[in-house]
């Protein structure tokens, strides 16, 4: 045979193969009709895992929910669920919850999980501290976070988060230069163990004293939120030293996670599973978040990284990929639990590009632009290897 022949027969070898190729390919493209336009988009996904129903959804901060062009910034960073936290006062009628779901209604966005305003002005909300120190008033303060959670029932929000500190612990804080100069936290107890009492926050309590108020409140909310499908997810405290401005912390150990779960146990009764805070104690979040998730008892995840040097009280808040934290880990666990409420990749580093950013534009800067990409390539690894999708 001939090199020309064989030339030939090897050029209609490979025109074949291609043929067969394009027509194994073709049905996933195919048009509807001779005159139908082009549709790139093939009839079953052929790329990474996407979110749905029983899958997580990625969430971030949401500053204004009426706002559209904030709410199509977060829409681009591949965002549908929102955390909103700048809210007013209890009650959230319907008259503030419906505009606000309407208007995520038009690119397709949902609330997916609502704060109870702790801080205020700089301190503690004056209202939800009489809830935490069990002052006159507190009934009354209580019945209406009842009509929020009837309210949200009725528009399908599924997840109301609240704390219950009696003083947060943020003087042991301080910016520190990381990774090329970008911004951490770090967070060392020495700096205000010895601080005393704030006389706004009012009487210091111990700890049993705040366990005491902090059932009351369960036993009255949680039988509402189950009867109206409301999730209350409640944040551990971060910090977590054992005591700050002279009262006692709760929530500060795996030990007192427990034990609010079982103090009412319901499905409502969950927890926000900070696996950050989760290390600033000394535990493991795999065995942690293995014992919430496989309960049924988490309302929300915080997905972030530390480095940790004494339990509680020493550790520095950095890079997602940086940390004491097995992050693709953390994820592997929520998804073979087949937990399906709201991830929050939450606390951005400072970084030098977001700095001439005006303040409107802080929810979507660069910090959490990498944060989101972080988590979302863990969560689409994680569906993969799996579920298989």
């Not at 419906?98 to 690119?107: T, W």
């Not at 006389?199 to 009255?220: H, I, R």
């Not at 189950?226 to 929530?251: C, F, T, W, Y």
């Amino acid at each position: 045979m001939t090199d020309d022949k064989k030339l030939g027969m090897m050029r209609r070898s490979f025109l074949a193969g291609a043929a067969a190729a394009a027509a194994s390919v073709a049905p996933a493209f195919a048009q509807q009709g001779p005159d139908a336009p082009y549709n790139p988009t093939p009839n079953k996904r052929i790329g990474q895992p996407q979110e749905g129903p029983d899958t997580p959804k990625l969430t971030i901060y949401m500053d204004d929910m009426l706002s559209e062009a904030e709410a199509k910034r977060i829409k681009q960073l591949g965002i549908n669920w929102i955390d909103a936290q700048a809210v007013p006062e209890q009650p959230w009628g319907m008259d503030y919850l419906q505009p606000r779901v309407d208007n995520l209604k038009k690119l397709d966005m949902h609330i997916g999980i609502m704060m109870i305003r702790w801080s205020y002005k700089g301190g503690m909300d004056p209202e939800m501290n009489k809830i935490v120190r069990g002052l006159p008033g507190k009934d009354e303060e209580i019945a209406k976070i009842k009509q929020t959670i009837v309210n949200m029932g009725k528009l399908g929000i599924p997840v109301l988060e609240w704390n219950f500190y009696n003083h947060r612990a943020t003087d042991g804080y301080k910016q520190v230069p990381g990774r090329g100069g970008a911004g951490y936290s770090e967070f060392r107890y020495d700096r205000m163990k010895d601080l005393p009492p704030l006389p706004a926050d009012g009487a210091v309590q111990n700890y049993e004293d705040t366990w005491k108020n902090m059932t009351y409140f369960l036993k009255e909310v949680i039988p509402v939120a189950e009867k109206n499908n409301v999730i209350m997810s409640v944040h551990p405290n971060d910090p977590p030293p054992p005591m700050s401005r002279g009262s006692a912390q709760v929530l500060n150990s795996f030990s007192d996670w427990k034990r609010l779960t079982e103090t009412v146990n319901s499905p409502s009764n969950c927890m926000t599973w900070d696996c950050g805070v989760t290390r600033e104690l000394g535990e493991d979040p795999i065995v942690v978040g293995n014992w919430l998730a496989s309960r049924n008892r988490i309302g929300q995840v915080h997905f972030r990284n530390v480095v940790m040097r004494k339990p509680r009280e020493d550790y520095t808040e950095v890079f997602p990929d940086d940390g004491d934290n097995d992050m693709f880990e953390v994820m592997k666990l929520l998804v073979r639990n087949k937990y399906k409420h709201t991830i929050f990749p939450e606390h951005p580093r400072s970084l030098d590009t977001d700095k001439l950013l005006p303040k409107e534009a802080q929810t979507t800067n660069s910090g959490w632009a990498y944060d989101v990409g972080h988590c979302r390539a863990m969560l689409q690894i994680a569906l993969r290897q799996l579920r298989g999708m």
